[in-house]
């Protein structure tokens, strides 16, 4: 987990990684694919209501853009 800690830019959570792991799998069977927070919370195994905090995170360390509500895309 360290190793995508410091890819990340910092301090991020154990659901941050969960999210940011999940992302990584589903682009690459759906290559610049726009997801929902159901679908990265399903593949990352976490309740819908704890990606939005993960989310923003990710936002902010610009790992992740959002393309419209709800929907986001890695960078």
Same mark, same amino acid.
């Given at each position: 987990m360290r190793g995508a800690s410091k890819r990340l830019g910092g301090r991020v959570s154990a659901n941050?990684? *969960?999210?940011? *792991?999940?992302?990584r799998r589903l682009l690459k069977v759906h290559k610049g694919a726009t997801l929902s927070q159901s679908q990265i919370a399903r593949e990352a195994g976490i309740p819908v209501g704890s990606i939005v905090a993960s989310i923003k995170r990710l936002l902010e360390v610009r790992r992740v853009i959002q393309v419209e509500r709800g929907m986001y895309q890695m960078t």
């Open positions: 941050d990684e *969960k999210v940011f *792991k999940a992302l």
